[in-house]
């Protein structure tokens, strides 16, 4: 099996990466995509793809949960899936995504709120059952 050969853990978890960093990982020798905020690296998954390496390759460096929930994979696949995470979606890139003034829209599994005063900027998420704070962005 291919992935990460961490054991019982999510080594991943407070691994942060913005958009830009995902959008340079869009080659076949470095795949990243974006499942649900996730990022996961698929490069070494092309080649055993069900539904071929070109899947894949078309939603390099991009967002794929569209794509991902509207073929509906198994369980299975949602499972071998999360052997690829390597880290999330950095708050502020998915904050700036879904800005509607200072309330940022409940979008699935994510609320975020934007706290904006002449001091900082600080974005409360709601992710995966827990609140997590971002200061300083």
């Not at 080659?27 to 974006?34: A, L």
Request: with cysteine.
């Amino acid at each position: 099996m291919v992935g990460s050969s961490e054991t019982g853990g999510e080594s991943w978890r407070g691994r942060y990466y913005r958009l830009e960093e995902v959008q340079q990982h869009n080659k076949s020798r470095s795949t990243w995509i974006i499942l649900h905020h996730r990022i996961y690296d698929v490069t070494k998954f092309l080649d055993e793809h069900p539904g071929g390496e070109e899947v894949l390759r078309e939603q390099a460096g991009g967002d794929a949960t569209e794509n991902f929930e509207d073929v509906g994979h198994s369980t299975d696949a949602r499972t071998l899936s999360e052997t690829f995470i390597i880290g999330e979606l950095h708050p502020v890139t998915f904050a700036s995504s879904y800005l509607s003034g200072n309330f940022l829209q409940n979008k699935g599994e994510l609320l975020v709120w934007l706290d904006a005063s002449p001091a900082a900027v600080c974005a409360w998420t709601w992710a995966g059952g827990r609140f997590s704070q971002c200061e300083g962005i």
